[in-house]
């Protein structure tokens, strides 16, 4: 009873954001909503093109179809409050709407790892499987995969958060971020967090390294196959996976920064945030798209169609 009378006291947490400066506020409103603008036109083409295109209606392209639809969802979590915050004097987020913005974060962002997870492995069966590719991932597996990835993101957010509402906030509520998020969160509670800390360490961190680990070597696996076994195609097979590469690096480095450690403030913690946040969700659909001839192709289709 007296934990739950404690964590009632805060009602709001205070955004520090990502600078005190007028000047450079106004000036990351712009540059943000462009990236944001950006964000949208790109994915949303994409997630366009594969359901119109029945060229696209394969494995690889479902899963890049959902990937896009993730980012959509990771950068609309966080971008929206923080272009309203750049231009306003008091940068608030009520006890309830934080705990919410931190489940989606976790929800969407665990999407996206389990989303590249699933990728590498159609990758993996597309080389050295290709004469049963189609047979083993059939419509039936590649949806039940997707099922499975979004059923286990919602474990991991859930987790996230129950470690997090069950500690006592009666203190401090300035939040030094310009979002919610566990590693800022849990540092504003009135007890020790020590435990909850390796806890959350574990959840994240270490499983983050883990997958990403396990992808480099499954790509590098992958790309020594294409050099040595894959006489036709092979600059296709190569720049596609290369693509995922790229993806999964730019996804799972500034991951690793942020979770794979003690709670602890760095000077880069804001930069890092900011990438993973906002920038990464508008490359995703330009590095496939630069680097998919096959996508390039269905896009000018697409953009035929519309104008013609």
Known sequence: MEQQNLTSRVREFLLVGLTQSLALQRFLFVVFFIVYMMTWLGNLTIITTVITDHQLHTPMYFLLGNLAFIDL????????????????????????????????????????????????????????????????????????????????????????????IQLPFCGPNTLDNFYCDVPQVIKLACTDTYMVELLMVSNSGLLTIIIFIILIVSYTVILVKIRIHVPEGKHKAL???????????????????????????????????????????????????????EMKNAIKRLMNKVFS
């Open 73 to 164: 969802s990771e950068s609309s979590v966080t971008v929206p409050k923080m272009l309203w915050d750049l231009l306003s004097k008091q940068k608030t987020i009520t006890f309830g709407d934080c705990m919410s913005q931190m489940f989606f974060f976790h929800f969407t962002g665990g999407a996206v790892i389990f989303f590249l997870m699933v990728m590498a492995l159609d990758r993996y069966v597309a080389i050295h499987k290709p004469l049963h590719y189609l047979r083993i991932m059939n419509w039936s597996v590649c949806v039940g995969l997707v099922a499975g990835a979004w059923l286990g993101v919602f474990v991991h957010s859930i987790v996230q958060v129950a470690l997090t």
């Open 239 to 293: 720049s596609t996976c290369g693509a995922q590469v790229v993806v999964v690096s730019i996804h799972f480095i500034p991951c690793i920064f942020i979770y794979a450690r003690p709670f602890r403030k760095f000077s880069m913690d804001k930069a890092v945030s900011a990438l993973y946040t906002v920038i990464t969700p508008m490359l995703n659909p330009m590095i496939y798209t630069l680097r998919n001839t």
